[in-house]
């Protein structure tokens, strides 16, 4: 899913780029109002790098809403097409509500994850499975205490090598 999500993400973004460079004469025409074009688009390809590159947001809304002027800025040097204020509106827009939309979903989605590794009893889990990032993600509830274990052994001078990919939670009642 992660994979497909990245490949539609930059289809859409050459697309987008396509469609906006070409004459008028050479543009697909719909029957759509302009603006709701550039917002149902530009939210498309909100979503496909949100699911795509998750745990990125910021770094995406920034890169995005540049992406979005650069291709209102193509246009002033092709002939017949014209940069609009309310394109960009529109497209930045449509890119805060797909991103956002991938974000809250992706959050959502690894609370489920947590919630169903409790719920089935697991005394020990791995947390990569939640989020690489995040060795903290599990938080217990009144009857449980968290012990995090440290599953590397430390080197020769008493130092641990740190990996989030290898921290294991052992839950006790």
Avoid: N
Avoid at 36 to 55: M, N, R
Avoid at 71 to 99: I, N, Y
Avoid at 146 to 151: C, K, N, S
């Amino acid at each position: 899913m992660k994979r497909l999500s990245q490949v539609l993400a930059w289809v859409l973004v050459f697309g987008i780029v396509g469609l906006s460079i070409v004459p008028p004469d050479y543009r697909i025409v719909t029957d759509l109002p302009r603006l709701f074009e550039h917002l149902s688009i530009f939210l498309l390809a909100g979503v496909a790098f949100g699911f795509g590159y998750p745990d990125r947001y910021p770094m995406q809304s920034i890169a995005l809403v540049l992406f979005a002027a650069d291709v209102e800025l193509m246009q002033v040097w092709v002939p017949g097409r014209h940069a609009r204020l309310s394109d960009f509106a529109a497209a930045v827009l449509g890119l805060g509500l797909g991103t956002g939309l991938a974000y809250v979903s992706t959050r959502m989605a690894r609370g489920r994850i947590i919630m169903a590794r409790v719920s089935r009893g697991k005394k020990t889990r791995l947390c990569s499975a939640v989020s690489s990032r995040r060795h903290e993600a599990h938080i217990p509830g009144p009857k449980e205490k968290l012990e995090v274990v440290r599953a590397w052994p430390q080197d020769e001078g008493g130092s641990q090598q740190y990996s989030p990919t290898r921290v294991a939670h052992r839950v006790k009642s």
